[in-house]
């Protein structure tokens, strides 16, 4: 029996969606995507959901892409990585969307996709221990998309600083940074965000959270899907570069790449 990549599961109005690959260090790869977009969508119309957790099993939050995707995404001609930049970009827009609040339990390392996928969340909880950062930069890549949404949560100045350096950083300064909402210790985060969602569900309007979440989406992002649109361009034209193919080859050999 198939091992599913996508936990999904229901208690006291909160749904609790896992990110089940903790062999792969829960990297993203276009099934693994497509599960969790599934997964977000389905609690969305799951009339027993009032609030959403995002989290993973294992070590690693996610370490963005899989290693074999990378490797594929060489061989993709124009029009295939258009379409599957577009799937990314739906993964990201159903959760910032979503007319349910999304908080992402964060228990280890969140990088490129996976720090992406906490970006977008609407609270963030982390563990101190956790690592994020954007390094795509260091593989010849593009953090296109996920720039649409990151430079609404943090100021410009940090936002060059993430993404043109591809640094990684501890879960402090993503909270001194703006990237997430809360930390917790390893021993508390699940307490405390299971308390958190239990005190939206039981004290909040379902249509108050949802009407907010949709006001500060358009208020904040006004030109949001045409950023999208033009970062979903840039995201397949990168994939084409020669540095792209340089740096992806230079990953899968283990050998330092020569910038």
């Given at each position: 029996?198939?091992?599913?990549?996508v936990?999904y599961?229901v208690s006291?109005?909160v749904?609790t969606?896992?990110i089940?690959?903790p062999?792969k260090r829960?990297a993203l790869?276009?099934e693994?995507i497509a599960?969790?977009?599934?997964?977000?969508?389905?609690?969305?119309?799951?009339d027993?959901?009032k609030?959403?957790?995002?989290?993973?099993?294992?070590?690693v939050f996610?370490?963005g892409?899989d290693?074999?995707y990378?490797?594929?995404?060489?061989?993709?001609?124009h029009e295939?990585?258009l379409?599957?930049s577009?799937n990314?970009?739906k993964?990201y827009?159903?959760?910032?969307?979503?007319?349910?609040v999304?908080?992402?339990?964060?228990?280890?390392h969140a990088i490129a996709g996976?720090?992406?996928l906490a970006t977008v969340?609407?609270?963030?909880?982390?563990?101190?221990?956790?690592?994020?950062?954007?390094?795509e930069?260091?593989?010849g890549?593009?953090?296109?998309?996920v720039?649409?949404?990151l430079?609404?949560?943090?100021s410009?100045?940090?936002a060059?600083?993430?993404l043109?350096?591809?640094?990684l950083?501890?879960?402090?300064q993503a909270?001194?940074?703006?990237l997430?909402?809360f930390?917790?210790?390893?021993?508390?985060i699940?307490?405390?965000?299971?308390?958190?969602?239990?005190?939206?569900c039981?004290e909040t309007?379902?249509?108050?959270l949802?009407?907010?979440k949709?006001?500060?989406g358009?208020?904040?992002?006004p030109?949001l899907e045409?950023?999208?649109?033009?970062a979903v361009?840039?995201n397949?034209?990168?994939r084409?570069s020669s540095?792209f193919?340089?740096g992806i080859?230079?990953?899968?050999e283990?050998?330092?790449?020569k910038w």
């Amino acid at each position: 029996m198939t091992t599913p990549l996508v936990l999904y599961s229901v208690s006291s109005r909160v749904a609790t969606i896992t990110i089940n690959r903790p062999d792969k260090r829960n990297a993203l790869n276009p099934e693994l995507i497509a599960s969790l977009t599934t997964a977000f969508l389905d609690a969305s119309e799951d009339d027993a959901v009032k609030v959403i957790i995002l989290k993973a099993n294992g070590a690693v939050f996610s370490a963005g892409a899989d290693l074999a995707y990378l490797q594929q995404l060489q061989q993709n001609t124009h029009e295939e990585n258009l379409k599957d930049s577009e799937n990314l970009k739906k993964l990201y827009t159903t959760i910032y969307y979503l007319p349910k609040v999304v908080i992402a339990q964060v228990e280890g390392h969140a990088i490129a996709g996976g720090c992406g996928l906490a970006t977008v969340c609407d609270i963030s909880f982390a563990v101190p221990e956790a690592n994020f950062g954007y390094t795509e930069v260091k593989l010849g890549f593009v953090p296109a998309i996920v720039s649409c949404f990151l430079l609404r949560k943090t100021s410009e100045t940090i936002a060059k600083r993430i993404l043109l350096t591809g640094e990684l950083f501890p879960a402090q300064q993503a909270l001194d940074f703006g990237l997430i909402t809360f930390l917790a210790e390893q021993s508390e985060i699940e307490r405390r965000v299971q308390d958190f969602a239990l005190t939206l569900c039981n004290e909040t309007s379902a249509n108050s959270l949802m009407v907010t979440k949709q006001l500060i989406g358009q208020t904040t992002n006004p030109l949001l899907e045409k950023n999208l649109e033009f970062a979903v361009q840039i995201n397949a034209r990168v994939r084409e570069s020669s540095d792209f193919k340089k740096g992806i080859a230079s990953f899968v050999e283990k050998e330092k790449i020569k910038w």
